[in-house]
């Protein structure tokens, strides 16, 4: 019986300086792996023993990487193990295929946005006028699929979030806060949906997945077993469900607790 593991990424799997949460002595700190660089900086780790393990996984099963990421912001990461020959960018918007895009998905994909929800512009148009010079650093869209705002998170309004919330949505679109970035993302454009569109590609019989933030509760949910880390989104608002596994650790080491989990969950492939 194959497996599919998908997987978010940031604050998942990869870990920026900020979000590594090193509370040990400092004697005792794990070895990291740079897997990203941008602007000629390192940007993202794992763990050099979570990077072995991965490596393993990813010659077992078909290991998709899963993000909200854009494909430019995908592409800068180097996962250790085979390059994978799935991946899903863009929040499910995108579905790379031996690393191009499948353009017959993205026109599902924009078919039934185009249905159910509000344009982007719209809801673009709408974070600018609510936003606040005071406290908002950049904003974008991505992939034109979604929006989001880079902000000054602690100087964001009291109830400022859950108004924005109920406002997108009527409209048919939903909001999540992951670090300084809030995402205003149509509620069809899911990670889940691509996840099984990969899974009948391939034929795998079982799903295994990971995330920690709102974005990615429909992946889990849609999994046959499926772990979050005890940080995050999900994590703040006790969000789980039966086959998924709330685990307590956090920052880079909870990323290595979920490759080990993947390992011993998967079924090799025939």
């Known amino acids: 019986m194959s497996t599919l593991v998908a997987s978010d990424l940031d604050r998942t799997l990869i870990y920026s300086t900020s979000a590594l949460s090193l509370s040990m002595p400092d004697a005792e700190a794990p070895r990291l792996l740079c897997v990203e660089t941008y602007e000629s900086r390192p940007l993202s780790y794992m763990t050099e023993t979570a990077a072995g393990l991965l490596a ?26 085979p390059a994978p020959e799935f991946a899903i960018c863009a929040n499910g918007g995108e579905l790379l295929v031996a690393g191009e895009p499948d353009a017959g998905w993205r026109a599902r994909v924009g078919r039934a946005l185009a249905a159910e929800c509000a344009t982007l512009a719209e809801v673009h148009a709408h974070l600018l006028r609510v936003a606040d010079p005071a406290w908002l650093l950049k904003a974008r869209t991505a992939a034109d ?10 100087l964001l309004p009291a109830g400022w979030l859950e108004e924005l919330t109920d406002w997108a949505g009527e409209r048919g679109w939903t909001v999540s806060l992951q670090g300084r970035k809030v995402y205003a993302v149509p ?7 691509a996840v099984a569109e990969v899974a009948r590609r391939t034929g795998a019989a079982r799903v295994l997945a990971a995330g920690d933030s709102l974005l990615d509760a429909d992946l889990l949910l849609a999994a046959d077993r499926a772990w979050r880390p005890g940080h995050g989104e999900l994590s703040d608002v006790g969000w789980t469900a039966p086959h998924v596994t709330a685990l307590e650790t956090r920052g ?15 079924e090799r492939k025939r």
């Open 187 to 193: 509620k069809p454009l899911t990670k889940s949906a």
């Open 56 to 81: 393993e996984l990813a010659r077992t099963v078909t290991f998709v990487p899963t993000t909200t990421r854009t494909r430019e912001q995908y592409e800068r990461i180097r996962l250790p193990g």
């Open 252 to 266: 880079v080491a909870a990323g290595e607790e979920i490759v080990r989990a993947f390992l011993s969950g998967r």
């Open 145 to 154: 699929l979604f929006s989001y705002l880079v902000v000054d998170r602690p």
